[in-house]
């Protein structure tokens, strides 16, 4: 799907604001409500926009250790395998596969190095993980709020 300039500026103000409303954003772009409206559900239905949500502050909820840990594993093991041992982890809040050496890498956020380490700890007794490589992240430097990707096969946003 091509994007106009409007659309553009739409899909920049719903990052900004995922609550905004059809007027406030078409205040904003020169249109009416309901044409921000019919512009916002086509952008939904071509896929462009996947949903809306909120956005927490990690460190809001106590959770102030944030690593990325490379997974290093068993044989052939398939990413369906991977996603599905990870995915019981609700420190771990994404992870994708990689080329090169490491089969994966996994984003954890925990309260402290202690609660980092025991997910750690869960994540190496996982059967198809042969060792892992870990690290902290001191600070960040740049993120892109609202640009996450593409969905997994089976994940919903909205």
């Given at each position: ?34 044409a921000v409206k019919r512009r916002v559900d ?51 809040v994404a992870a994708c596969t990689l080329t ?59």
């Amino acid at each position: 799907m091509r994007l106009d300039p409007v659309d553009e500026r739409i899909v920049a103000l719903l990052l900004e604001d995922g609550r905004a409303s059809f007027a406030e954003i078409g205040g904003q772009v020169g249109l009416s409500a309901p044409a921000v409206k019919r512009r916002v559900d086509r952008l939904r239905q071509a896929g462009a926009v996947t949903g809306f949500t909120a956005k927490v502050d990690p460190r809001a909820l106590g959770w102030t250790t944030e690593a990325y840990v490379e997974l290093f594993c068993q044989g052939k093991t398939s990413p369906a395998t991977i996603r599905a041992g990870v995915a019981r982890f609700p420190e771990v809040v994404a992870a994708c596969t990689l080329t090169g050496e490491a089969d994966a890498l996994v984003h954890i956020l925990a309260a402290d190095i202690g609660h980092f380490e025991r997910v750690l700890e869960r994540i190496n007794a996982e059967p198809y993980v042969a060792r892992t490589r870990s690290s902290l992240v001191l600070s960040r430097l740049l993120e892109r709020p609202g640009l996450t990707g593409q969905e997994t096969p089976g994940q919903t946003s909205g």
